[in-house]
């Protein structure tokens, strides 16, 4: 069975991602008849493919983040792609074809779309719990996954201007012969709120398995979603919501000086999800190297200086995923929450409310040899300050730098321009400027002449 379904995903999905000819998808269409799930274990099956759903999410937006970078010695090494080559250097000087962050999202929009019509058929007398989790999963990772190409290929969410700028395509039901449609950023976010919302209503608070959805998940990935949007008092309320679910923090004098990673499905993890490995520029040692202006900014009493990071002679690399191995994480977790609940009291003003969310992370990360140096603050703006600074030095690599840097730089008192030079050429990534959106695929462009090249690019 599990054979069957992956060769007729395979065969659609070749041709889901700008829509196909109706002669290809008639081709196929005996086959689906014959082996389209059709039972709620069949259902399951698809939601709970942890090497499908769960691993290989976009990768891109961290390799144009700042606070690490690849040296000149190793940039023509064949282990760097040239999608990647073109992300890093915030340029389309090489090749775009055949992009891992919107191939395999939209593979994975395209299972949940599956799930959620084949669901269609079944009736009242349904298993109604099995029903809801696996329809609220549906809803949940398709939710994850347009946000996450939104943060690549959707101009960021500005509300004057949302219902005008450019989202992604939005693929709704398994009609592969229906030809992709960009929508508006507005409408893009509008779907993700309402997966979202929806799946909370039918999800458990806490997951079985930390590759499912819950309420927890859904709730946090809601606080982050509103981050983004500059909706502060809402991504506040939900990381609240999902912090009364579940708030437990890794004490990082328990873990050992020379682990290799911080563990899959930690303590802290809420909602397990997996980088892809092909963009080895953040995260092969060699090739992904840390900042040592950035690695400075770590005391020596805290404990993220050596359990994050390992010091090669004048080489720093990071060690710190919440994955098993190198690969990145770019799930949920609960130190996230923290971090955004805590902005968002010190842009309400609640500084004492904000420095304590932040000390009761900060003090799991400080070595028990000392006494922890309670963090206080002038005022709300110094609170927001050292927030953001802790936000950058907790949640390195994890695919949130990008989208921080995206809504920062919307505000004067926090934009910064980055650069790079290679080659001896400089590349400048300045505040607000268009290259903060990633250009469409060319292949994409070439077999969906109906969709519009990201602005800038063109």
Not at 75 to 90: F, G, K, L, M, Q
Not at 118 to 125: P, Q, Y
Not at 190 to 196: K, P, S, Y
Not at 339 to 362: S, V, W
Request: proline share 4%; net charge neutral; with cysteine.
């Amino acid at each position: 069975m599990k054979t069957r379904y992956t060769i007729l995903i395979i065969i659609v999905l070749s041709q889901l991602i700008v829509g196909c000819k109706k002669s290809d998808w008639f081709d196929v269409k005996s086959d689906i008849n014959k082996t389209v799930p059709v039972t709620l274990e069949d259902f399951e099956y698809l939601m709970n493919d942890m090497f499908f759903m769960n691993v290989e999410t976009p990768g891109l937006a961290e390799v144009g983040s700042d606070g690490h970078f690849i040296p000149e010695n190793r940039w023509n090494s064949s282990a760097i792609n040239d999608v990647e080559r073109n992300a890093y250097t915030w340029s389309l000087n090489f090749s775009n074809l055949k992009v891992k962050d919107w191939n395999a999202s939209y593979k994975r929009i395209f299972q949940c779309n599956l799930v959620l019509d084949g669901l269609k058929r079944f009736s009242a007398n349904t298993d109604q719990v099995r029903y809801n989790s696996i329809k609220g999963n549906a809803l949940f990772h398709r939710a994850k996954n347009y946000y996450d190409l939104a943060q690549i290929y959707a101009q960021p969410f500005q509300a004057s201007s949302a219902n005008s700028d450019i989202g992604i395509p939005l693929k709704d039901g398994i009609d592969v012969t229906e030809p992709a449609q960009q929508a508006s950023v507005k409408l893009t976010y509008e779907q993700i709120i309402a997966d979202l919302n929806s799946a909370t209503n039918l999800l458990p608070s806490l997951p079985k398995l930390k590759t499912e959805g819950s309420k927890a998940a859904a709730f946090a990935l809601l606080a982050r979603i509103y981050l983004a949007m500059g909706d502060h008092a809402t991504a506040g309320l939900y990381a609240n919501s999902s912090l009364n679910l579940y708030n437990r923090l890794i004490d990082f004098n328990a873990v050992d000086i020379n682990v290799t990673s911080m563990g899959r499905f930690n303590l802290e993890t809420i909602f397990y999800a997996q980088r892809t490995a092909v963009y080895r520029s953040t995260w092969l040692p060699g090739i992904a190297l840390v900042d040592p202006e950035f690695y400075a900014l770590y005391d020596n009493n805290d404990l993220r200086k050596t359990r994050f990071f390992t010091v090669n002679s004048i080489d720093v690399t990071f060690k710190g995923n919440y994955t098993l191995y190198g690969e990145g994480f770019d799930g949920l977790a609960v130190d996230e929450q923290y971090l955004i609940r805590a902005e968002c009291f010190a842009r309400a003003g609640n500084t004492t409310a904000a420095m304590k969310d932040l000390n009761d992370l900060l003090k799991t990360r400080w070595s028990n040899a000392v006494n922890y140096p309670v963090r206080t603050a002038t005022d709300a703006e110094d609170a927001l300050r050292q927030i953001l600074l802790e936000r950058r030095k907790e949640l390195l690599f994890r695919n949130l730098r990008w989208t921080d840097l995206r809504r920062l730089n919307l505000d004067p008192r926090f934009k910064v321009t980055l650069t790079r030079t290679i080659g001896g050429k400089t590349y400048t990534l300045e505040p607000g400027s268009y290259k903060y959106t990633l250009p469409i695929p060319t292949d994409v462009l070439q077999l969906a002449p109906q969709m519009k090249q990201t602005p800038g690019w063109e």
